[in-house]
T-cell receptor
């Protein structure tokens, strides 16, 4: 069966510090991968998605970036965090090319920028 | 762009039925989904419906789709306190392998 992992689960970082959040998927190959941000009590904002290694599409201009160095690894990064980067970050995967794109979510990382 | 709208809040008593509604603007998707998010957790896929169906039932969950009115609903029968969560509808953004999520409805079930 497929599983998706995210770490760390929680993170407190000062403004201006770098960020690296990691997401890995097991039990599937060539998945589509997604990063979302959820502000407190709000809906989901799609940040990035990837349909393959090294292929990243950005949905929202911001000071975040994403990379996919391996087929089942998706990384969210920032060189300098802003207060507005605080939120709940969710990684998700879906099957590629199946014609049905339901997404399966990881447990999330709660980021607080102080 | 694509819009998917939900009411923000719904409060019911334990044992009652809950109906969560969702409206959308683009009718070209093939699948529509309902997700549940419990506090501090990721989203859990509850059920989905194919766009050529009007209704799908899965245990206590009933999904109704009105394509003419671009309206999707999720009915939870015999609602329990454990059903308290945020519920998101989602539809495919056709051709882009992405989902467009609604704003989420917070369901509060009181004893």
């Amino acid at each position: 069966s497929q599983t998706i992992h995210q770490w760390p689960a929680t993170l407190v970082q000062p403004v201006g510090s770098p960020l690296s959040l990691e997401c890995t998927v097991e039990g599937t190959s060539n998945p589509n991968l997604y990063w979302y941000r959820q502000a407190a009590g709000r809906g989901l904002q799609l940040l990035f998605y990837s349909v393959g290694i090294g292929q990243i599409s950005s949905e929202v201009p911001q000071n975040l970036s994403a990379s996919r160095p391996q087929d089942r690894q998706f990384i969210l990064s920032s060189k300098k965090l802003l207060l507005s980067d605080s939120g709940f970050y969710l990684c998700a995967w879906s099957g590629a090319g199946s014609g049905q794109y339901e997404q399966y979510f990881g447990p999330g990382t709660r980021l607080t920028v102080t | 762009g694509e819009d998917v709208e939900q009411s923000l809040f719904l409060s019911v008593r334990e044992g009652d039925s809950s109906v969560i509604n969702c409206t959308y603007t683009d009718s070209s998707s093939t699948y529509l989904y309902w997700y549940k998010q419990e506090p501090g957790a990721g989203l859990q896929l509850l059920t989905y419906i194919f766009s050529n169906m009007d209704m799908k039932q899965d245990q206590r969950l009933t999904v109704l789709l009105n394509k003419k009115d671009k309206h999707l609903s999720l009915r939870i029968a015999d609602t329990q306190t454990g059903d308290s969560a945020i519920y998101f509808c989602a539809k495919e953004n056709t051709g882009f392998q992405k989902l467009v999520f609604g704003t989420g409805t917070r369901l509060l079930v009181s004893p």
